[in-house]
């Protein structure tokens, strides 16, 4: 199958009018279109849209008024059908602070649904391992010191599908944790936590390599008393995210912390709740009550709980806020989030990749989606 007529985004350059060559859901060749040769293949009129690789949602806890603390597989498949229509072809299936049994439960239910859902990537654990002082959502309930055995149990039964994980690097035992993870292809992050300056240093010393929904439930930049927002802009190897909604984070500071960070270190998060594509108005975040309010989720209590932010939105704001260029947005929707989970099929239109390929229009809107080569919106 060809698609031909497209603007390509690629990692360094864009072809402005070039055509994309799939086989067997692999992306085997990109070039411009007058050197197409007339083979006996499919070829689909591309209409001049923009190809972008596929949107990567490393940091979403459920969709369609379904949480994944207590999805089933066919849930799964739903909530996949509906991240499609925002042009996110991986994402990962994010917890909660939760007891051990279930987390068992996500765990048993990513291993069975992975191998039938192609864009569910993994589990990424946000919690138990936090600092209360910046719990947020989060039940206090059930925060405990990191536990490896804990989580070495946790990951066997889902296979090892357990990609990403937040933590808190200043509690005890923590550091340990981190350096042990790591060294299993497990991407960690720090959030929800009170880390000095220092702590992320050492933690970085170890293994860290994140942020999570940075600016949000951790100790923020102060000029005496830098915490995990300062070392995000200054430590290169971070990767940070970001929940571009305009709501957790306001334009203003978007606009500066991308401007320092850059576009090879930001990652365009949702960090969405079950309310999203839903008519649900209230709901329960593991035993926190809920509700919908000036598009976002809210504890009943207060503070924000989390997003209803659509990816393709999240692109769209950060072009009105930066300015970011077409190459700078692939960038921060799916490059960085493939490279900071390990992931060398995906997250770049280029030959060898999977054929994860949004098409926009001119205004960013998603038009078109194709995972695996196969059109799925």
Known sequence: MIINNLKIVMYDKIIENGYIKIENGKIVEVNKNDCLSSKNE?????????????????HIHGSCGIDFMDASVNDYKTIANALYKEGTTTFLATT???DFDSLKKVCLTVKDAIKVVPSLGGIHFEGPYINVKYKGAQNEAFIRKANIAEFNELNKLSDYNVRYITLAPENEGAMDFIKEVSKHNVTVSAGHSNATFDDIKNAIDNGLSNTTHTHNAMSGHHHRNPGVVTAAMYFDSL??????????????TLKTFYKIVGPDRFIIVTDALLGKHSSVESFKLFGLDCIKKDGAAYLTSGPLAGSLLNMDQGVRNMKRITNASLIDLAKISSTNAAKCLHLSDRG??????NADIVLLDDDLNVLDVYKLGVKVY
Do not use: Q, R
């Open 42 to 58: 499919e070829i689909i009129d591309g209409k001049g849209k923009i190809a972008f690789p596929g949107f990567i949602d490393l």
């Open 96 to 98: 909660l602070t939760s």
């Open 239 to 252: 990767y940070t995210e970001c929940i571009c909604d305009t709501i957790h984070v306001c334009e203003n």
């Open 348 to 353: 770049m239109i280029k030959e060898g990749m």
